[in-house]
């Protein structure tokens, strides 16, 4: 408890506005703070404490308790990924609503996504060590989004030296990086997510293709196939394993969310590009969902994006304006996660895509 608590301080100390509420939930810490505005002089010891509790953080990544994460599911031999919860980002879920994967090489294990603070990328870690007594050596993310990204200064801090990330998503994390944290601060707690740090300075960028050499004879192909979901995307292929991280180019099951950056006719032809490319019988790890296989992804993802421009485009063509888009039937979606908090903004945004509307700008 008092650990945590201490956690809280620097979170509070270093905020530019301290988090009142966060405080008083806290009976050590609204001690602690009591005592200090009767003892004056407890400032100076009070700010050397946080001093050396920031200064520690910053070796070892994220001090605190280990977060109960999901166990993780095996795809095959020596790959692993946590599924996150299939709703948006919540306290409950610590930030973690995509996936977290693993697969061991060689000469040591490459991470797919940062996850989405410093906690959860250290917690993820603790469960990988529980697998293999081999080092974390390379780590890709998905995006430039919070949950992909926030949690990359914990594997800096503990040394991971191989970064990987498409250049335009690593140009709009490092552009975006403050309204990022914020907002993912806000939504899933300062505690967790205070000690994130913009490290896109460590990334090593790629525009089309990257092949990383991970030893024992094997490769990872890090590749993108243009805008969609994000204007830029990470996925990655592992011949030998036949394995493919798409990244938030394709959604298993759950509902698909839309962003003002998000471009769905663009989304298309990449999902169609990607498709292309890969052996039709690969192994998927998707963005958001279990792991599973080319056919359901295609279903569930660009099945969803052609059904939904179908429609629009036909109410446009009967003179349909934005608040008619909320007529579309998309009941053969709504066994689907979130259907009920995205599936009318969906329509609305193509409707926006297709006729030239404001989507609005956001990080996020
Ligand atoms: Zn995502």
């Known amino acids: 408890m008092r650990f945590v608590s201490s956690i809280l301080l620097t979170a509070l100390f270093s905020s530019a506005h301290l988090n009142v509420q966060a405080a008083s939930q806290d009976p050590y810490f609204k001690g602690f703070a009591n005592y200090a505005k009767e003892n004056g002089a407890l400032s100076p010891s009070v700010e050397k404490y946080l001093k050396e509790l920031t200064e520690t953080e910053r070796k070892v990544g994220y001090i605190g308790p280990v977060l109960d994460l999901p166990k993780p599911q ?47 990328a250290y917690s993820f870690h603790q469960i990988i060590k529980q697998h293999t007594d081999k080092p974390v050596k390379w780590v890709a993310v998905e995006n430039s989004q919070g949950h992909a990204y926030l949690g990359a200064s914990y594997w800096v801090d503990i040394g991971v030296k ?91 099951h759950r509902s698909l969310a839309f962003f003002p950056y998000t471009h769905t006719g663009h989304w298309i032809d990449t999902f169609k590009a990607m498709k292309a490319a890969m052996p039709i019988d690969v192994f998927v790890i998707p963005g958001h969902g279990a792991p599973t296989d080319m056919a359901k992804i295609t279903e569930d993802t660009l099945g969803y994006l052609e059904y939904l421009h179908r429609a629009v485009k036909e109410k446009i063509a009967q003179g349909g304006k934005e608040p008619d888009m909320g007529s579309i039937d998309q009941s053969a979606y709504k066994h689907r996660p979130v259907f009920e908090q995205t599936h009318q903004q969906n329509a609305v945004h193509i409707y926006k895509e297709l006729t030239g509307g404001d989507l609005g700008e956001s990080f996020e």
Request: charged letters at 15%; hydrophobic letters at 35%; a negative charge.
């Open 74 to 120: 095996k795809v095959m031999e020596g790959v692993y990924t946590v599924v996150g919860s299939l709703i948006w980002h919540t306290p409950e879920n610590y930030g973690l609503n995509n996936n977290l994967s693993w697969v061991e090489f060689a000469d040591g294990v490459f991470v797919f996504n940062a996850g989405p603070n410093p906690a959860v």
């Open 162 to 252: 191989n970064f990987y990330s498409q250049s335009r998503a690593n140009q709009d994390f490092n552009n975006g990086f403050e309204q990022i944290k914020a907002s993912w601060s806000r939504r899933v707690g300062e505690n967790l997510t205070h000690s994130a740090r913009n490290v896109s300075d460590k990334f090593t960028e790629f525009d089309d293709k990257l092949v990383i050499d991970v030893g024992g004879g094997e490769t990872i192909e890090l590749l993108t196939f243009g805008p969609g979901h994000t204007p830029g995307s990470t996925l990655a292929y592992i011949p030998s394993r036949n394995l493919l991280f798409t990244g938030d180019v394709a959604y298993n």
